[in-house]
C-alpha cells in the first residue's frame, strides 16, 4: 500500500508553493491562503510527522534509509481538508493531535533526510498537486516537488524569533525555551545540509522575511504576490 489521498478542492487553479525553516511561519500562512482563494492546504510536514510517528510505533531505526523507506511504501497518509485545519489519517488512523507532539516533530526531523522517503513523499506530493488549486508548503516545493509552480514563496525570520514562536506553539510549553531553540537550530543544520533537497530558496522564489512583520502583514504581502500571478495567468 502506497497511497496518499486529499479530500476533493471545491475549485483548483495554481499552485502556491511555500518553503521555508522550522518556525517561520508556514502552516499558519499555508492555511490563511487556503481558506482566502479556497484551495486545499497540504502540509508536507504532516505527512513526514505521520511517517515518523510510524517509525517510532514500529521500531524502525531512524538511520536505516532501507528500512523507512520501505516503511513508507507500505503505508497511507490522508489528508482530510477541515474548516479547522487538516485532520491527518496514518493507515485510517486520526493522528492530527499525535503528530503535532515535539518527539514527533523532532523524530520527523531525522526522517526527512533519507533520499528514499523524500522520492517517496515528492511522488505522492506531486500525485495531489496534479490538479493545481494547492496551498503547499514544505522545504522543497518549490525546488524539487513544483519546480514549475505558479507562486513561490519563501518565508523566512531570524532564528530567534522562529524559536520563540516555536516554542509558545508546543504544548503546554513542556521544553524550555532555550532547549527548543537548540533543537531548531539543529534542525536548520538538518535541512540545509542534508544530500537530497536541501533547504534552500528557488531562483525565482519571492523572499518574504517575518521577523518583524506581523501576520497581516505576511499574509498581506503574500495576497499581492498571488494576485499578481493570477492577473496574468487569467
Known amino acids: 500500500m502506497d497511497s496518499v489521498k486529499v479530500g476533493p ?20 500562512l499555508a492555511s490563511l491562503l487556503a481558506r482566502k482563494y479556497n484551495y486545499t492546504n497540504i502540509e508536507t510536514g ?7 510517528l510510524k517509525a517510532m510505533q514500529n521500531g524502525v531505526s531512524l538511520d536505516d534509509a532501507a528500512a523507512l523507506g520501505a516503511l513508507a511504501g507500505e503505508s497511507g497518509i490522508e489528508l482530510l481538508p477541515k474548516p479547522e485545519g487538516n ?13 503535532r507532539q ?21 511522488d505522492r506530493q506531486r500525485e495531489i498537486g496534479a490538479g493545481g488549486g494547492i496551498v503547499m508548503e514544505g522545504r522543497d516545493i518549490g525546488t524539487k516537488v513544483f519546480p514549475d509552480a505558479e507562486v513561490k514563496i519563501f518565508l523566512d525570520a531570524a532564528p530567534e524569533i522562529r524559536g520563540t514562536r516555536r516554542f509558545l506553539q508546543s504544548p503546554a510549553a513542556t521544553a524550555p525555551e532555550a532547549a ?3 533543537e531548531l537550530h539543529q534542525r536548520d543544520q538538518r535541512d540545509r545540509t542534508r544530500a537530497t533537497s536541501p533547504l534552500v530558496p528557488a531562483p525565482d522564489a519571492i523572499l518574504i522575511d517575518s521577523t518583524n512583520l506581523s501576520l497581516d502583514q505576511v499574509v498581506a504581502r503574500a495576497t499581492e504576490i498571488i494576485d499578481e500571478r493570477l492577473k496574468t495567468s487569467s
Open 46 to 52: 504532516a505527512m513526514y510527522r505521520a511517517l515518523a
Open 9 to 28: 478542492a471545491a475549485f483548483r487553479r495554481i499552485v502556491i508553493a511555500i518553503d521555508g525553516p522550522a518556525g517561520s511561519g508556514k502552516s499558519t
Open 87 to 99: 485532520r491527518v489519517l496514518l493507515d485510517g488512523a486520526d493522528v492530527t493531535e499525535r503528530i
Open 180 to 182: 527548543v531553540l537548540a
Open 102 to 122: 515535539q518527539d514527533v516533530t523532532e523524530v520527523a526531523s531525522r526522517v526527512s533526510v533519507h533520499p528514499a522517503v523524500r522520492e517517496w513523499m515528492v
